[in-house]
């Protein structure tokens, strides 16, 4: 999809962070976007926010095919058709503990938003684009668990691993059929270094009731990304923010030159890439995740929270 002046995008999550950067990002090239979001007063902050007309904002539910399908139906008859979907909505748990002990309903929230939530609009969106034979989906993960997993870190990179694989194989089919409709994985990276300041970070903020855990103290938001700025500071470094308009850009980037892999590349993640493939290859321990790192929190740390 080389021009993209006019078409229409779905983004899930976006009413913050990587979501709403990326809904930006298409409104600079000329489309229509429609941002979706399950808390609403964010959704509603960021269309005023971003302040034009060819952008609109819908309450969605990823874990809710109807819910995908209603955001889908008001895509079209504000703008009459859909190009491109982001399925960018995702959770940090906040699980406490060792990934033995982590609650069952952790794991369902997850596996629910970022997992299913993804294969629910693929399955809403994606028969639509390939019987038009025009569009492309983009689906976030990370290079947490998309390349190699934060082991500290036990659910997150599980749903993004899955993610991941489940774009290769879209990717794969799209291709086996003829289709010209397009898929890419997108990395949120930046050209210009430092932390991504996201909502991701907020684990367990906006958890539905039915993923309690069943004690309220137990279901309370911490804000990880202080916590590692904290941890930088005590050891004499500092976290730079980057800006999330890079990411927007390496989406759109993605979809114009038909990019699979979307993300910057980083000669650190790459040596973990290696090291993973060679464990792979040559049978070894996974020695490559043992490696210390003040992004993640130990599991002592994590049972304090």
Same mark, same amino acid.
């Not at 889908?72 to 990934?99: C, P």
């Not at 309903?105 to 993804?118: A, E, I, P, R």
């Not at 684009?129 to 492309?136: K, S, Y």
């Given at each position: 999809?080389?021009?993209?002046?006019? /078409?229409? =995008?779905?983004?899930?999550?976006? %009413?913050? %962070?990587?979501?709403?950067?990326?809904?930006?990002?298409?409104?600079?090239?000329?489309?229509?976007? +429609?941002?979706? #979001?399950?808390?609403?007063?964010?959704?509603? @902050?960021?269309?005023? &926010?971003?302040?034009?007309?060819?952008?609109?904002?819908?309450?969605? &539910? $990823?874990?809710?095919?109807?819910?995908?399908?209603?955001?889908?139906?008001?895509?079209?008859?504000?703008?009459?058709? +859909?190009?491109?979907?982001?399925?960018?909505? %995702?959770?940090?748990?906040? =699980?406490?503990?060792?990934?033995?002990?982590?609650?069952?309903?952790? !794991?369902? !929230?997850?596996? &629910?938003?970022?997992?299913?939530?993804?294969?629910?609009?693929?399955?809403?969106? $994606?028969?639509?684009?390939?019987?038009?034979?025009?569009?492309?989906?983009?689906?976030?993960?990370?290079?947490?668990?998309?390349?190699?997993?934060?082991?500290?870190?036990?659910?997150?990179?599980?749903?993004?691993?899955? +993610?991941?694989?489940?774009?290769?194989?879209?990717? %794969? *089919?799209?291709?086996?059929?003829?289709?010209?409709?397009?898929?890419?994985?997108?990395?949120?990276?930046? /050209?210009?270094?430092?932390?991504? =300041?996201?909502?991701? !970070?907020?684990?367990?903020?906006?958890?539905?009731?039915?993923?309690? /855990?069943?004690?309220?103290? #137990?279901?309370?938001?911490?804000?990880?990304?202080?916590?590692?700025?904290?941890?930088?500071?005590?050891?004499?470094?500092?976290?730079?923010?980057?800006?999330?308009?890079?990411?927007?850009?390496?989406?759109?980037?993605?979809?114009?030159? @038909?990019?699979? !892999?979307?993300?910057?590349?980083?000669?650190?993640?790459? #040596?973990?890439?290696?090291?993973?493939?060679?464990? *792979?290859?040559?049978?070894?321990?996974? @020695?490559?995740?043992?490696?210390?790192?003040?992004?993640?929190?130990? =599991?002592?740390?994590?049972?304090?929270?």
């Amino acid at each position: 999809m080389k021009d993209l002046v006019g /078409r229409v =995008a779905v983004v899930t999550g976006g %009413g913050g %962070g990587i979501g709403k950067a990326i809904g930006e990002a298409f409104l600079a090239e000329g489309m229509k976007v +429609v941002l979706a #979001d399950i808390v609403e007063d964010q959704l509603g @902050d960021a269309v005023k &926010d971003i302040g034009s007309d060819d952008v609109i904002g819908v309450a969605t &539910d $990823v874990t809710s095919v109807d819910s995908l399908c209603a955001t889908r139906d008001a895509a079209i008859e504000r703008f009459g058709g +859909v190009h491109v979907i982001v399925n960018n909505a %995702g959770v940090g748990s906040g =699980a406490k503990g060792q990934l033995w002990e982590h609650h069952l309903n952790d !794991w369902k !929230w997850s596996l &629910d938003v970022n997992v299913l939530g993804v294969i629910n609009g693929m399955n809403v969106f $994606v028969p639509a684009l390939v019987a038009q034979n025009e569009g492309h989906v983009v689906n976030t993960s990370s290079g947490n668990g998309g390349y190699t997993p934060m082991a500290s870190s036990g659910i997150y990179p599980v749903t993004k691993a899955a +993610v991941t694989t489940l774009t290769e194989c879209l990717w %794969g *089919q799209l291709r086996e059929s003829g289709s010209n409709v397009g898929a890419s994985i997108l990395f949120p990276s930046t /050209r210009t270094p430092g932390v991504m =300041a996201t909502g991701i !970070w907020k684990a367990g903020a906006n958890r539905p009731t039915r993923y309690s /855990r069943g004690d309220p103290s #137990d279901d309370q938001v911490q804000d990880a990304l202080a916590g590692y700025i904290a941890r930088a500071k005590a050891a004499g470094e500092e976290v730079p923010i980057a800006p999330l308009s890079e990411v927007g850009e390496l989406c759109v980037e993605a979809i114009r030159d @038909d990019v699979f !892999w979307a993300t910057v590349p980083m000669e650190r993640q790459n #040596d973990k890439l290696r090291a993973r493939t060679d464990s *792979q290859i040559h049978r070894t321990p996974p @020695d490559y995740l043992l490696e210390p790192t003040l992004m993640a929190k130990s =599991a002592e740390e994590r049972e304090k929270d």
